[in-house]
């Protein structure tokens, strides 16, 4: 039985089986509203979205899922999952058919961006809006932060697999994430930061992680597929980033309007967390320019 939280805005914890896979999910708001399906990115989790939900929640149906490998989704050992994009992907169509959404706006965050956009070429026709946070579907939106895991994809080996859990799967790799471009970080919960790295530590995550890196450079290919979404569907779609994040830089938000003149792009004064310090005038524009999709 899902759990509701007390106020204004009531937040329902709960799960659903689909997939093979026990999919813990946030969700508010009257589904009589416009759905506004939210993906997080690496490391976190449906958590990352726990300020804006209650912003949003009068004017969308909200829900929220934890992916595969991540928050408080769990994986049966037994159901052998290949932890890959395409494979969260297919857990989250599973997810979105299972709850019967079938028309959606989508913010998508990091690695909710090759998650979320996947479902949306195979089914454009549900798309109603798009919110890109610092989720990239262009090649010159991947900032130099993102060399040692290049090094990773061109020789996989497992020297290359160590050196990057060395350099980020732990706490103070994260906090990094979170506090890198931030002009005031003790804005930064920390329980955001920390929780993160807890989670990071559940036995084989790590190694989760890890294959996830390396397959993301098939994210890549998959960046044209996503840019004939953006120009034959032209949806109405925000791009707003914080300008210092070190993964995903600006050129990748501006290039939104290459193929979507329409595109709204807005840089942030932070870093690749920018809810942590922008939440509520993100929740204003984005109440602004998809309050109305229906």
């Known amino acids: 039985m899902a759990n509701m939280t007390p106020g204004i805005a009531s937040i329902s914890y709960t799960f659903a089986d689909v997939d093979g896979v026990r999919v813990f999910y946030r969700e508010a708001g009257d589904r009589a509203n416009p759905t506004l399906l939210l993906l997080h990115g690496f490391p976190s989790s449906s958590h990352q979205f726990r300020q804006l939900i209650p912003l949003l929640s009068e004017h969308f149906h909200i829900v929220a ?13 037994q159901r052998q999952y290949v932890y890959n994009f395409d494979a969260l992907a297919q857990t989250l169509e599973h997810f979105v058919d299972a709850l019967g959404l079938t028309r959606y706006a989508m913010y998508v965050f990091d690695y909710g961006a090759p998650t979320g956009l996947r479902l949306a070429v195979k089914h454009p026709e549900r798309m109603t809006g798009l919110v890109s946070q610092n989720g990239n579907a262009y090649l010159e939106g991947l900032g130099d932060a993102w060399a040692p895991i290049k090094a990773y994809w061109a020789e996989p ?4 697999r160590q050196a990057i859990a060395d350099a980020v799967l732990h706490l103070a790799g994260t906090r990094w994430q979170y506090e890198h471009g931030v002009s005031t970080p003790e804005a930064i919960a920390p329980e955001s930061y920390t929780l993160d790295a807890l989670l990071l530590e559940r036995p ?37 980033w914080g300008k210092h994040d070190p993964f995903f830089i600006p050129p990748g938000a501006e290039a939104f309007k290459r193929d979507n003149p329409n595109a709204i792009v807005e840089l942030l004064d932070t870093g690749h967390f920018a809810l942590e310090t922008h939440v509520d005038y993100i929740a204003k524009r984005i109440i602004e320019e998809l309050g109305d999709v229906v």
Request: charged share 25%.
């Open 204 to 240: 084989g995550n790590k190694d989760i992680q890890l294959d996830l890196f390396l397959d993301y450079a098939n994210n890549l290919e998959r960046y044209p597929q996503f840019q004939r979404f953006f120009r034959e569907r032209q949806i109405p779609t925000l791009a707003i």
């Open 157 to 160: 080996s497992a020297e290359n």
């Open 65 to 77: 899922p934890d992916l595969p490998g991540f928050g408080f989704t769990e994986v049966p050992d």
